[in-house]
Structures are given as C-alpha cells and as structure tokens.
C-alpha cells in the first residue's frame, strides 16, 4: 500500500551567475525538516576520551576512512581526525563527517575518562547516495508542447520549458531508532537534510551551457514523495521512496547545448552532475 507524506513546505532561493556564456542557476530550497544541529551531550559525557566509527545500515558494513571535524558547542574548530581514532574533547563537541559517496551526518560527541583506553566509542549509520540512475532529469515541455526534449533541442528565442525531475531509492528503517532517525538513501545534494516528512535541497546547479535572459523560474521545486515497504532488511524494515517535482525556465535562450544538472557541490569528488 502506498502512503503519501506530508508535503515539505518551502521557500526557495535562486541567484544567477553568468560568465563567459555558461550559465548558472543555483537553486536553495529551505524548509520544515529538522534541526541539523544535534543536542548537546549530557554534562558526564562533555570531556574526555572519544573514538567515532561508522556503519552501513544496509549491510552493517562499518565504514572506514570518514573525515570528521570536531568543532565546540560555540562554532570554534578544534580537531580533525578520521573514524576509528580516539581524540579527547575538553568540553562538548560535535561532528560533522565527510566521506565521497556517502550523506554528510553531524551529531554530538560524547567523550569519557581521563586516558585513550576509557574512551566512549560510538557507532552512527553513514548513508550511501543512490546511483545516479535512480535520478531522472528531463525537460518534458517547450511552450506547452509536452514530450521529451534534450536541451539542445531548445530554439532560440523566449520559451517557456517544464524540467520535470523524479528520485529514487532504497533505505533501511530500524523502528528502535524512532522516527526522527528516517534518513533516506538518495542521490541529492551533499549537505541537504531529509526526514520521512520533508527534503530540503540545498544546491542544485542547472548549467546551460549557452545563454538565457529575461529569465523567471516557477514551478514546484520540491514535489512530493512516497513511502512504501518493499520488503524486510535483516531485522530492519526495508523501504523505497520516491521524490518527484518540476521546475518551469522561462527565457530569451540561445545557443543552448548540453545543459547540466550539479549535485554535490560540497562533496569532494566531480561524479555528481547529469547531462540532460
């Protein structure tokens, strides 16, 4: 049975670059997810000895390799390490971890004792980003004229195009996390943030490759998407989710020739962009 969700409610923000006749959109779309923030350590937990690893929560796999930087309560720097390495903490921290291929997760470091062998040692999932051919990018209409268009085959001349985009994906849910914990394994942006209600997409770049001017951008930049349970993950639940919506470009093109779609522009890897 399929179960929609409530829709995200969003604002979006957009800001033009143009430089040397390559466009560029970028697209911020902020709403009502959840606090990317995590709380603070309790107080016996604030100071000492840590060590931070990761796992699949597909395969229970840990995960090695993952940057992670420490930072105080107050927003100063203070470390950077990797996974599997004890560090001390002299007062409470978070993380924020890094790895290509993989979400971007921050939460509280909780630390104890006062030598390397008492440290805590704590376990968190770290999500995989869905292949890029769980991504559809498509231009569906030019001028009200539905089908399926490449960007090349956009005239020169002012048009209005419909860009119609879904995502797709599969998930882990293990009910003694709670629901706060739902983090969908999906291919958008490094640094966007989703729960089982919302997705807020944090940079997504539409390169055109050509020029546009006069241009207005409407639409519904954040659909919705569907949760449903496609069968059974270890003792886990095992869910797919879908994310679906369109974004309306309205111009003066010229010239436009393989128009990109970029994702992941805080990752540290250029594998992250679609040819549409």
Not at 65 to 89: A, K, P
């Amino acid at each position: 049975m399929v179960r929609m969700t409530k829709a995200a409610k969003m604002t979006m923000v957009i800001i033009l670059v143009a430089f040397g006749g390559f466009l560029v959109y970028w697209l911020g779309f902020r709403g009502s997810v959840f606090d990317p923030t995590p709380p603070a350590p309790p107080p016996e937990y604030a100071e000492g000895y840590a060590i931070i690893q990761f796992q699949d929560p597909l395969n229970e796999v840990i995960v090695t390799e993952v940057d992670l930087y420490i930072q105080f309560r107050n927003g100063t720097n203070y470390l950077n390490t990797t996974s599997g390495t004890t560090f001390y903490v002299p007062e409470a921290s978070w993380f924020f971890a890094v790895k290509a291929g993989y979400w971007n997760l921050t939460g509280s470091v909780y630390a104890q004792g006062d030598a390397p062998g008492d440290a805590h040692i704590q376990t968190y999932s770290l999500t995989q980003i869905a292949p890029k051919n769980n991504v559809q990018f498509l231009i569906s209409a030019i001028d009200g004229v539905y089908g399926t268009y490449s960007s090349s085959e956009i005239p020169d001349g002012y048009h209005t195009i419909l860009i119609s985009y879904s995502i797709t994906g599969d998930w882990c849910y293990n009910s003694s996390w709670g629901d706060s914990s739902w983090v969908p394994d999906m291919f958008i942006p490094i640094g966007s943030y989703a729960d089982q209600y919302n997705i807020s997409i944090t940079g997504l770049w539409i390169g055109w490759n050509g020029s546009i001017t006069d241009y207005s951008l409407g639409g519904s930049p954040v659909g919705y998407y569907l949760v449903y349970d496609v069968g059974v993950c270890n003792s886990t639940h095992f869910y797919g989710i879908a994310f679906s919506g369109q974004l309306q470009v309205s111009g003066v093109f010229s010239n436009i020739s393989n128009a990109t779609i970029y994702f992941g522009l805080l990752d540290d890897t250029n594998n992250l962009v679609i040819h549409f």
